[in-house]
């Protein structure tokens, strides 16, 4: 998406000038997650995503993540900061099992963390989780070998490529560089 608007002298409801420039903004850049499909299996058996920022440009993803249960990440490398907020279910990291996410939780990963997130397989319900991620995760086996590396630009493919094999249409969710959607809502 190409930027067609200019930062500009902003003002006040009333037309009274402020003393700074801002980007006009036509509208609220919003999505509702119950009218974006969950995409089944996107990030790995079990691994549910429903996309809501993807910004390829800056590398910054947020994602609504469904987790069944037993379903895991593999052992991860944070090259920036993330933040999990749990909405339903329960997780840990498998270096912490004694700190048990459940609903309610509020996580921050500082930048170079490194950890292995399971949902227990006696887990009663799907776990949900609302992600924030700056950069990437770089993925590694359980013998410390590179595996991937996960990004907004990585997730964006596979969840466009996803939604059309499970034909739930495009998904509309916001993107980056000019902060548009990726798809008009009809």
Request: glycine share 10%; charged share 15%; net charge negative.
């Amino acid at each position: 998406m190409t930027l067609t608007t200019a930062p500009a002298p902003a003002t006040t409801s009333t037309g009274a000038p402020l003393s700074l420039v801002a980007l006009p903004q036509g509208e609220l850049l919003t999505v509702n997650e119950k009218d974006i499909p969950l995409v089944r299996d996107a990030l790995g058996t079990g691994v549910h995503v429903k996309p809501l920022r993807l910004d390829i440009e800056n590398g910054e993803w947020v994602v609504l993540a469904t987790f069944a249960p037993g379903a895991t990440v593999p052992l991860h490398y944070h090259t920036g900061v993330a933040e999990v907020y749990t909405l339903s279910g329960c997780w840990h990291y498998l270096e912490y099992p004694e700190q048990l996410q459940t609903a309610g939780s509020y996580l921050y990963e500082p930048g170079s963390s490194v950890h292995t997130f399971i949902t227990p397989a006696d887990n009663t319900e799907d776990t949900v989780i609302f992600v924030r991620v700056i950069g990437a995760n770089i993925n590694f086996d359980n013998d410390g070998n590179f595996h991937s590396i996960l990004d907004a630009a990585l997730i964006a493919h596979l969840t466009t490529n996803l939604a059309a094999e499970q034909n739930l249409g495009p998904l509309n969710y916001i993107g980056g560089g000019a902060a548009g959607y990726t798809a008009k809502e009809a």
